[in-house]
C-alpha cells in the first residue's frame, strides 16, 4: 500500500481534487497518511485577466464544476496535518517531518508549487498535475499569452518536482482548447488532471517505480498583462458576435457530408482526389460512414442525423457498380442517438457495432434480414463513455478500441484498447490504458486495414475542431502487454473545397469512402 502525502492550500479544496482525494482513499493501492496545508498568497495588484477569469467562470460554470469548492474535511478526519504557511521554504523542523512520514509520494495540489526542499522527502518524490493554463506569476521565464492564444491544444501533464527547482514529465496529455471559454477548456482539463493523478498511483503500486524516461517538462505561461488582456477581450468580442451571426440561421452553414470512390491502382487512401457525395435531405447529415460487402453487393451504412429529433439512428444504402448510392432506408432506431456502424462478418454471421454512447453500452447487434433487420445480441461493455467502439480480428483473439472518458472529459482525447478470446467476450482492458492521450490522434475514425502490408488505424485529429482531420498510424506492435504506433500519413480538411473537418474513413476490395463537414448545399452542387 502506497504511503501518500497531500498538500493543500485549504480544506476545501475544488471539486477535481476532492474527488481525486476520495478515489485515493477509496483504493486498494493507496493510502493519504500525511496532509500539508499551506495558505495560499494573494496579490493585491488588480489583474484585467483575473477579472475576465471571474466573469467567464460566472457565464460558463456547468453542473460539473470542476472548481466548486468542496470539503474534504471528513475524507482527511484521521490523516495527520502540518502547517506549511505561506513561505517559499519550509522549516528545517516541518521538513523533518515531512521525511519522518516515510511517503512514498506527495502530491502537490497547492496553487503555488511546494518549497524545492520536500523534494528529497518522499522516495518518489513530489508530483504536481500542471496544464497550459495554470497562468503563473512569474517574470521573465514564462510563455507569453499570444502564444497560447494560437494553440488549438491545451497540454497537460504530471509532472516530478526537483529538488533544484525544475521538473520533469511523468505523464503527459493533450486536450483541445475551447475559444469560447477559457473556463470550459480548462474545467474537462480538471478533471481528467485527477485521472491522471490515480493513474500514475496505480502505475506506481503495480510496477514499484517511476517511469524512467521522464522528460524535462515545458516552460510554464505566465499570468497575461492587462494591455495584453484587453486586447485578448477585443479580439474575442469580436469573433464572438461573427459567430452569433452565422449561427442566426435556422439550419447550421456547414453539415456532415458523405463522399465516396472506386478503388483504383496507385492511388493512395490518403489521397484525397476523385471522391463523389452522396446526396442528403435538408433536414438532416450523413456521417459516420462504413462499407460491407455482401453476395456481389456493396452496402453504406451511416449516421442518419435528423435535426428535428436531435438525435440519429442507422440508414443504409445500396451502392451499384459504379458507385452510385441507391435510396436510403432506415436499419436501426433507438431510443437514444446511435452513430459510428461498423459492419463486419465472423462465424458466418453479420454484426453491427454502432455508437451508443448516450446509454453508457458499448452494443452489439445481429443480422437477421440483412440488411434491413437486427436484433440486440450482447452488450459487450456496460456502464462505460464509450464512443466509436472499432472491432479488429488478428491473431485469434478480438481487440477493440475506443474513445473513452470518465464523462467529465472530451472521449476525442483518449484511446484505449480491449481484447477477448470470443466476440461475446468477456472483454478485457489492455494494461496500457489509455494507449494514446492526445486529441491530435486518439479517438478512432474507422476500421482498421492492412496497406501494403502494414495493419493501419484510422484516427481523428480533434484539436481545431471535432473530427477536424483524419491521422492514419501504422500498428507496429499489439499484445496482451504492448502496444505501438507511429503516425503515417493524414488527410487534411481544406483538400476538399470548402472543407472544415473529416473525421472517418472506410473501404472495401472496391470503394473508398470519407465524410467531410462542408456547406450545407455541396451534395446539391456538382463537386
Known amino acids: 500500500m502506497l504511503r501518500v502525502g497531500i498538500a493543500l492550500d485549504s480544506l476545501e479544496p475544488s471539486a477535481w481534487i476532492a474527488s481525486a482525494l476520495e478515489r485515493i482513499q477509496a483504493s486498494s493501492f493507496a493510502r493519504i497518511e500525511l496532509v500539508v496545508l499551506r495558505s495560499a498568497r494573494r496579490?493585491?495588484?488588480f489583474s484585467l485577466f483575473r477579472a475576465y477569469q471571474a466573469w467567464d467562470y460566472r457565464r460558463y460554470r456547468g453542473e460539473q464544476d470542476a472548481l466548486a469548492p468542496t470539503s474534504v474535511a471528513a475524507i482527511l478526519r484521521d490523516v495527520p496535518r502540518i502547517e506549511g504557511g505561506e513561505e517559499k521554504s519550509l522549516s528545517a523542523d516541518l521538513a523533518a517531518r515531512i521525511r519522518e512520514a516515510k511517503l512514498d509520494v506527495l502530491i502537490d495540489f497547492c496553487a503555488e508549487a511546494v518549497p524545492p526542499s520536500v523534494g528529497d522527502g518522499p522516495k518518489h518524490g513530489v508530483w504536481k498535475p500542471r496544464s497550459d493554463l495554470d497562468f503563473r506569476e512569474i517574470q521573465g521565464r514564462g510563455r507569453s499569452w499570444q502564444v497560447l492564444e494560437r494553440n488549438a491544444v491545451c497540454a497537460q501533464s504530471l509532472n516530478v518536482l526537483g529538488v533544484n527547482g525544475q521538473e520533469r514529465t511523468l505523464y503527459a496529455s493533450a486536450a483541445a482548447m475551447d475559444r469560447t471559454s477559457l473556463y470550459r477548456s480548462r474545467n474537462p482539463i480538471l478533471w481528467k488532471s485527477g485521472e491522471i493523478v490515480l493513474r500514475a498511483l496505480a502505475g506506481l503500486a503495480t510496477n514499484g517505480e517511476v517511469d524512467t524516461k521522464l522528460r524535462p517538462a515545458e516552460q510554464p505561461y505566465r499570468e497575461p498583462r492587462n494591455m495584453e488582456t484587453a486586447?485578448?477581450?477585443a479580439r474575442y468580442i469580436k469573433w464572438l458576435v461573427s459567430a452569433r451571426m452565422r449561427r442566426s440561421g435556422a439550419l447550421p452553414e456547414h453539415k456532415w457530408h458523405i463522399?465516396?470512390?472506386?478503388?483504383?491502382?496507385?492511388?493512395?487512401?490518403?489521397?484525397?482526389?476523385?471522391?463523389?457525395?452522396m446526396p442528403c435531405a435538408e433536414d438532416r447529415f450523413y456521417a459516420d460512414p462504413f462499407l460491407f460487402a455482401s453476395q456481389g453487393k456493396t452496402w453504406l451504412f451511416f449516421e442518419d442525423f435528423r435535426y428535428t429529433e436531435g438525435r440519429a439512428l442507422i440508414s443504409c444504402c445500396e451502392v451499384d457498380e459504379e458507385g452510385g448510392f441507391g435510396e436510403p432506408f432506415e436499419v436501426l432506431r433507438r431510443p437514444y442517438h446511435l452513430s459510428y456502424p461498423q459492419v463486419?462478418?465472423?462465424g458466418g454471421e453479420i454484426y453491427m457495432l454502432p455508437e451508443s454512447r448516450s446509454n453508457r453500452t458499448v452494443e452489439l447487434y445481429r443480422a437477421t434480414d440483412f440488411p434491413r433487420g437486427w436484433v440486440a445480441e450482447a452488450p459487450l461493455l456496460n456502464d462505460v463513455a464509450a464512443v466509436d467502439a472499432t472491432i479488429h480480428r488478428q491473431d485469434g483473439r478480438y481487440w477493440m478500441f475506443a474513445g473513452m472518458s470518465d464523462g467529465r472529459f472530451s472521449n476525442s482525447d483518449e484511446v484505449s484498447l480491449f481484447f477477448a478470446e470470443g466476440l461475446n467476450g468477456p472483454w478485457r482492458a489492455h494494461p496500457m490504458n489509455p494507449l494514446i492521450s492526445d486529441v491530435r490522434k486518439a479517438?478512432?475514425?474507422g476500421r482498421l486495414f492492412v496497406d501494403e502490408g502494414r495493419l493501419i488505424r484510422p484516427s481523428q485529429d480533434c484539436s481545431l475542431a471535432y473530427g477536424y482531420g483524419l491521422v492514419f498510424s501504422e500498428v507496429v506492435k499489439m499484445t496482451e502487454t504492448e502496444y505501438e504506433e507511429r503516425v503515417v500519413a493524414r488527410i487534411e480538411p481544406t483538400a476538399f473545397a470548402g472543407g472544415v473537418a473529416n473525421h472517418t474513413y472506410n473501404r472495401t476490395q472496391r470503394f473508398e469512402v470519407v465524410d467531410r463537414d462542408l456547406p450545407r448545399d455541396s451534395a446539391l452542387r456538382a463537386e
Not at 463522399?259 to 457525395?277: C, N
Request: glycine share 6%; no cysteine.
Open 259 to 277: 463522399a465516396l470512390r472506386k478503388r483504383t491502382e496507385g492511388r493512395s487512401f490518403d489521397d484525397p482526389a476523385g471522391y463523389a457525395l
Open 231 to 233: 486586447l485578448y477581450l
Open 443 to 445: 479517438r478512432p475514425a
Open 43 to 45: 496579490s493585491s495588484h
Open 344 to 346: 463486419f462478418e465472423d
